[in-house]
């Protein structure tokens, strides 16, 4: 079995037929934070640019904490400025009811961009995390808390597995001008895409 198939298939028959292969290190843990943090392309001034990459960031943690069956309680969202000018700040965003919800997420974090944002002040750096994660099975709902749409989250991460990373998550805006990170040294991607498949003349 292990020829025709994999290591982990043969181990699953040994452990079936009563003979110890897997030990509790080979399972990966939940991680307890998640994080998404990116440098800008260009110096970022405007907060509808500052919001927008919150909000992609966030989205980003929140398909994170899906993948692994988790809700978040406690986001942080940060920015920094160039050395020059020398501004960190941070928030911290606490959901009355632990969530996984793309636009749950996305509305909150929109509501809370402008806090980070100064006039003036060219940022370099901005980030998302997830500080403090509960698991989904566990969970229990507030019953005054407004009703969330679990099916817009199913059908995004349906979108998300179905087509390539640049489609973008729910209510984030289009990442455009200086927000967006500078690709020009990007290794080309010759497995997963077919314009960076090499071509080969033939004389």
Known sequence: MKRVF???????????NGVPKLDFSDIRADKK???STRTFGNRVTQIDELT???????????????????????LLLFAHSRRAQAVSKSVVVTFASATNC????AKEVSKRAAELH???VDYAKCGAGAILLVPAKFSQSDLFAPPERPGVSAVIDLINQRFESGVKLAASMPVTGQSAMKRSMLTPSYLTCWRDLPIVHCC
């Open 52 to 74: 927008s990459a919150l909000v992609r960031h966030s989205c980003n943690v929140v398909k994170k904490a899906r993948n692994q069956g988790s809700l978040i309680k406690q």
């Open 102 to 105: 793309y636009t749950a997420v």
């Open 6 to 16: 994999n290591v982990n298939v043969s181990n699953t028959i040994y452990e079936l």
């Open 118 to 120: 100064i006039f003036g």
């Open 33 to 35: 934070q998640i994080f």
